[in-house]
């Protein structure tokens, strides 16, 4: 199965932090896991913040008092220490003890409280790419110590970034939203001035923001962007569709979307190419899963490129 062979390419590329102990690159004795204790949901948490920790801006006081990778380790755990770890062991045991969404809100709204405005002004992108990554890994950790039920991990998100984002655009962007079902708790809709004006609701491409600027609809799209529920939302509609879970999902887009976009920005180095070139590279019909103009234009760059590599 392909879900199969991503999650394995996705576990190659886990060389540092916590989790690289229990994914060595030899064959050694495995870790013992006791997945009744909090201590590897902790683990995958500090994985994840790894993931989003380059848009973190720490306070003076906190690189005083933690002023290496060891000291703020510990620090940083010690947060998600503090309920976090547990809410989502619990979740894991009872999956369906109440929806994701809830307790995705609850567990993303209560990380935020855990570090105040004092610290890091913290945003609700920065804890759905912590939290949702703390998932992805949690996933593969199950998966290879066979203990994976795929209930457990039916009902999680995508983590947002900008791969994910990048796929999110291309995909939708003829989608009309005009009759989104509703994804509130209020029953509201999103404003007007969030979609093109023309006679259809479709994508407005200065509306998807960073990830790890992103906001909630409790927020009110003060950013004039697209809430985080809006990307939940329409992906979620899109698995049942096409009968692949968010987080499954994530495994197949992001790599590819990863490949793509490197070989996208290769191909963009050569700026002074003939213009029929320069059309295939500005073109907006690139699709992810439909790139055979790409793989011509990047095979005549490479033809151009090799004798530099073997000079």
């Not at 683990?43 to 933690?66: H, I, M, N, P």
């Not at 970034?161 to 989104?180: A, G, M, T, V």
């Not at 509130?184 to 790890?212: M, Q, R, V």
């Not at 590819?256 to 295939?280: G, H, L, P, R, Y």
Request: net charge positive; proline share 4%.
């Amino acid at each position: 199965m392909e879900i199969e062979k991503e999650v394995t390419k996705f576990v190659k590329t886990i060389n540092r932090g916590p989790l690289k102990e229990y994914f060595p690159k030899e064959k050694t004795e495995e870790k013992k896991i006791d997945w009744n204790k909090d201590d590897v949901y902790v683990e995958a948490l500090y994985q994840g913040y790894l993931d989003a920790c380059r848009t973190f801006k720490w306070s003076e006081k906190v690189k005083k008092d933690y002023p290496n990778e060891e000291a703020k380790r510990g620090y940083i755990e010690g947060k998600f220490k503090s309920g976090i770890a547990r809410e989502i062991r619990k979740y894991l045991n009872k999956p369906k003890a109440y929806s994701f969404d809830v307790f995705h809100g609850k567990v993303c709204k209560k990380l935020k409280e855990c570090f105040p405005e004092k610290e890091t002004n913290i945003t609700y992108g920065q804890t759905q790419k912590i939290v949702n990554m703390a998932f992805k890994y949690l996933y593969c950790l199950f998966y290879k110590y066979g203990k994976l039920k795929e209930g457990q991990f039916a009902d999680c998100h995508m983590p947002l970034d900008s791969f994910s984002l990048e796929w999110f655009k291309r995909k939708f962007k003829e989608k009309n939203f005009s009759n989104l079902d509703s994804y509130s708790e209020n029953n509201k809709e999103l404003p007007e001035n969030l979609f093109t004006k023309k006679g259809e609701k479709k994508l407005k491409a200065e509306s998807i923001g960073s990830w790890s600027s992103m906001q909630t609809w409790e927020e009110d799209c003060k950013k004039q962007e697209y809430p985080y529920e809006f990307y939940a939302h329409v992906i979620k509609q899109y698995c049942k569709e096409n009968s692949v879970t968010p987080l499954q999902l994530d495994f197949i887009v992001w790599s590819k979307m990863q490949k793509i976009m490197a070989a996208e920005s290769f191909i963009k180095t050569f700026k002074d190419d003939d213009e029929e070139n320069k059309e295939v590279i500005n073109s907006e019909e690139l699709e992810p899963y439909d790139i055979l103009n790409l793989k011509t234009t990047l095979e005549n760059r490479l033809s151009e490129i090799r004798p530099l590599i073997c000079k």
